[in-house]
């Protein structure tokens, strides 16, 4: 049977990291990771050195992209609020005020027209399956997707206003300085 895979191409998602460095290759399984996980399993995953993997987690734990649980033996998970700031920042950086203004605009539009449809003030307020009961052109299928959808609008209009907030404040710290 051929090679399905292209040489140019991307690696299997098995092999996602294999043509990076080892910082990546750790990195990379730092990302994927979702429960505390030893050094040497990371180093096993990311195809290096235990001692190599605990030298790099080291490193990302002082720079706050992972968290470093101390016991025997410790454990290494990523931070997720490392990166909810760094998105933050890039939304900042690459966005003017006004830009970032319109999207919050747009997304507490999108809020109010969920609040309304389904007549509460959040997604985890809604019983999904009762609703789509009830409903005669709605499946559960499609309020599930709603309710997933507004979520998400929800945690993207934090974003953009925390952005905007501090773009304002950079702004306002540079007309004044």
């Known amino acids: 049977m051929p090679n399905s895979e292209s040489p140019d191409g991307p690696p299997s998602f098995e092999d996602a990291f294999r043509g990076d460095d080892v910082e990546q290759r750790i990195y990379g399984t730092i990302l994927q990771t979702r429960e505390p996980t030893t050094a040497s399993a990371i180093a096993n995953v990311s195809d290096c050195d235990p001692k190599t993997a605990r030298k790099y987690l080291g490193w990302f734990s002082e720079l706050g992209i992972v968290t470093r649980h101390d016991g025997h033996?410790?454990?290494?998970?990523?931070?997720?609020?490392?990166?909810?700031?760094?998105?933050?920042?890039?939304?900042?950086?690459?966005?003017?005020?006004?830009d970032l203004q319109q999207r919050v605009r747009e997304l507490s539009s999108r809020i109010e027209e969920y609040e309304d449809t389904y007549g509460a003030p959040t997604p985890a307020a809604v019983d999904a399956v009762a609703t789509a009961e009830s409903s005669d052109d709605r499946t559960i299928d499609d309020v599930y997707g709603d309710l997933g959808d507004w979520a998400t609008a929800r945690d993207e209009r934090t974003r953009y206003e925390r952005a905007r907030q501090q773009r304002a404040s950079t702004e306002t710290e540079q007309v004044s300085g």
Do not use: K
């Open 73 to 98: 033996p410790a454990t290494y998970e990523r931070n997720d609020a490392y990166f909810e700031w760094r998105r933050i920042n890039q939304l900042a950086a690459d966005h003017s005020v006004e």
